[in-house]
């Protein structure tokens, strides 16, 4: 039973997540008891029963994310056959992607991504800035709106290829601000500023960079047993050190996921899971390849409906 395994990043969070999973699964309460003792405090209350904003901070998120994610594939794992043949993950979820290609143990990347969250907020401060979805273009007109809005004080950047029509945008307010207007100007059928904490990959956060290189590096990271699609360039990542420099690209990076999404799409014809919370993979699929379908596998009902239905369940 081997598939393709694609994890959610940030945003997919909501309060209730995981619950399910852990009183339904000894397999995923123990993983969340287990995260619990490992950040010193209670993960598991913020995503079982914690207020929203909490949970959407950017320093809790990405570690619930993660430990959902992880949940879930820990639960397919020891509930069926099934294997991951390639895997990847979008932004916070391609730490997702590495534990399940066997490359970091679950509970390193958990730490890993605690920091990268504290990381990512401290730079939001240092940096304050802001991204936009912009809806309906091309990634060249928007490069190009990117270009013509930034000055030398104040820039904007893509930060997100998530499909075909639909890209994000990052940068100083103002210079997002003035890309925004000028997508709407020349044709964009939506644009829509984004409620994030900082202007996420864009050089703007670049100051957390070095630190969560470090960081990560105080870690074991060993080569991937299967291929790991990279969101800095949407190329497979097979070794240790090609681990490591896709990491400590990400944070300043476009997400790559429409071009990661074409290459697994090439290199693998049978089905593919989404394991984590949400459903936004399986709608960007929808738009990367109508032709492919995308299981989703995040709450309790989805997984029996998974292990009910065997190896055929697309």
């Not at 993979?281 to 009910?308: F, H, N, W």
Request: aromatic share 4%; hydrophobic share 40%; net charge negative.
């Amino acid at each position: 039973m081997k598939k393709a395994v694609i994890f959610p990043g940030q945003g997919s969070q909501f309060v209730g997540m995981g619950k399910d999973l852990a009183a339904e699964f000894k397999t995923a309460e123990r993983l969340y008891e287990e995260g619990d003792e490992t950040l010193g405090f209670s993960l598991s209350g913020i995503c079982f029963e914690g207020d929203k904003a909490t949970l959407t901070e950017t320093r809790n998120a990405q570690p619930a994310i993660l430990l959902h994610s992880m949940a879930v594939w820990s639960v397919l794992k020891n509930e069926t056959q099934i294997e991951a043949v390639i895997t990847a993950g979008h932004s916070l979820g391609e730490y997702s992607a590495l534990v399940a290609a066997g490359a970091v143990e679950v509970m390193d990347a958990l730490k890993i991504v605690r920091k990268r969250g504290e990381l990512m907020y401290e730079a939001g401060l240092r940096q304050p800035g802001t991204m936009a979805a912009v809806i309906g273009m091309e990634r060249s007109s928007v490069k190009k709106i990117c270009e013509n809005s930034s000055t030398e004080n104040s820039i904007v950047v893509v930060a997100n290829i998530n499909c075909p029509g639909q890209i994000v945008i990052s940068g100083h307010i103002e210079a997002v601000q003035r890309a925004m207007e000028a997508a709407k100007k020349e044709g964009a059928k939506k644009v829509l500023e984004l409620n994030v904490s900082g202007a996420f990959h864009s050089p703007l956060v670049s100051s957390a960079e070095d630190e969560l290189v470090s960081f990560i590096k105080k870690f074991k990271i060993c080569d991937p047993e299967v291929d790991v699609i990279s969101n800095v360039d949407g190329n497979v990542v097979r070794s240790r050190d090609e681990v490591i420099d896709a990491l400590s690209r990400q944070l300043t990076s476009p997400v790559l996921w429409s071009d990661s999404m074409d290459l697994l799409l090439k290199k693998w014809d049978g089905d593919i899971i989404e394991a984590g919370p949400g459903r936004v993979l399986s709608g960007l699929m929808r738009r990367i390849d109508r032709r492919r379908t995308v299981t989703r596998a995040g709450t309790v009902e989805e997984i029996k409906k998974i292990v009910a239905s065997g190896n055929d369940f697309v």
